[in-house]
Each structure stands twice: as C-alpha cells, then as structure tokens.
C-alpha cells in the first residue's frame, strides 16, 4: 500500500510560484505511476498532471501546460508539483494520487489519495 502527506499549500500572488509536495510511504512507491488533481469550491474534480514510475513520461491538462512541472525523486519517496506563473484560476483544493498503474493517465484508477493542501491564488 501507499499512504500520501502532502505539503507546500498556501496563498500565493498571481504570477508568482509555489511548490506542492507529496511524501509517499511503501516499499511499492517505485513502481506506482502518480498525480495531481485539483477541486475549486463549486467545481468537478479536475485532472492537472500525472507522472510514470520512472519520472520520464508526463501528462498535463492544456491550462496548466508551460506552467506547472510534475516530478518525482524516487530516492527520497517524494512528488512535486511545480506551479509558476500561478493564476486566480489556480485557487482551489491539491490533492496527490497514486495509482498501480506505471505509465498512468488522466482516466487511470488511482487508488491512493493524500488530504488535500490548499492553494490559494490572490489577484
């Protein structure tokens, strides 16, 4: 199993940037593919980027694309979630998943979830 802590939330000016954070505990951490999803108040759940287990292959919904970086440092158990060039529109609830799936997508099964970190985006 994996257990998910995310990080990094908070109140950011537009055009600036912000880090999310996501530590992952379990030995199986390698070999699950993850993702960011994002909920603002009154809306649909909404895919913003995922990742392979190895860190090579990426995916991001085209609002986000040339301003949002996914990563992951398998070494230290850890997925990020680079946000520069933040817009109002960027306000809303982060949540990390995984999923069993190593080359995962938008539509994948993610199984695992962390609590949600806050971002909010002033203007």
């Known amino acids: 199993q994996v257990r998910l802590v995310e990080s990094g939330g908070g109140l950011v000016q537009a055009g600036g940037s912000l880090t999310l954070s996501c530590a992952a505990s379990g030995r199986t951490f390698n070999s699950h593919g993850m993702g960011w999803f994002r909920q603002a108040p009154g809306q649909e759940r909404e895919f913003v980027a995922c990742i392979d287990w190895s860190g090579r292959y990426t995916q991001y919904v085209d609002s986000v694309k040339g301003r949002f970086t996914i990563s992951r440092d398998n070494a230290k158990n850890t997925v990020y979630l680079l946000m520069n060039s933040v817009k109002a529109e960027d306000t809303a609830v982060y949540y990390c998943?995984?999923?069993?799936?190593?080359?995962?997508?938008?539509?994948?099964?993610?199984?695992?979830w962390g609590q949600g970190t806050q971002v909010t985006v002033s203007s």
């Open positions: 998943a995984a999923t069993a799936i190593m080359q995962p997508g938008p539509m994948s099964r993610y199984d695992y």
